[in-house]
Nanobody, 117 residues
Framework: QEQLVESGGGLVQFGESLRLSCTASGFLNSLYNMGWYRQAPGKQRELVASIATDDSVWYSDSVKGRSTIYRDIAKNTLYLQMNSLEPEDTGVYSC???????????WGQGTQVTVSS
């Protein structure tokens, strides 16, 4: 059964770092375009970083310059390294995988990131 499991969230202070992980099972993430989404309290879910099957990356302005998205093919795991965290980074971070042909698509359950000022 295909599954994405996130980990690495937590409570940190302003300026600290976190690395989020998203491990895929049941499919090879190398064949999928993948992304990290954030849903802040009271806001809609938004894409903050993505990586395509050719390893090209994209970042939202809110995390650009402070975050790095990458994948480890051998571990079938996607990562999001976030530095210089700000309270505005608080939210539930979810991992998404969409096959390079468009379907299927999978979501993880999310991991909470809370940044205190």
């Amino acid at each position: 059964q295909e599954q994405l499991v996130e980990s690495g969230g937590g409570l940190v202070q302003f300026g600290e770092s976190l690395r989020l992980s998203c491990t895929a099972s049941g499919f090879l993430n190398s064949l999928y375009n993948m992304g990290w989404y954030r849903q802040a309290p009271g806001k809609q879910r938004e894409l903050v970083a993505s990586i395509a099957t050719d390893d090209s990356v994209w970042y939202s302005d809110s995390v650009k310059g402070r975050s790095t998205i990458y994948r480890d093919i051998a571990k079938n795991t996607l990562y999001l390294q976030m530095n210089s965290l700000e309270p505005e980074d608080t939210g539930v971070y979810s991992c998404n995988a969409r096959h390079l042909r468009g379907n299927p698509e999978f979501w993880g359950q999310g991991t909470q990131v809370t940044v205190s000022s």
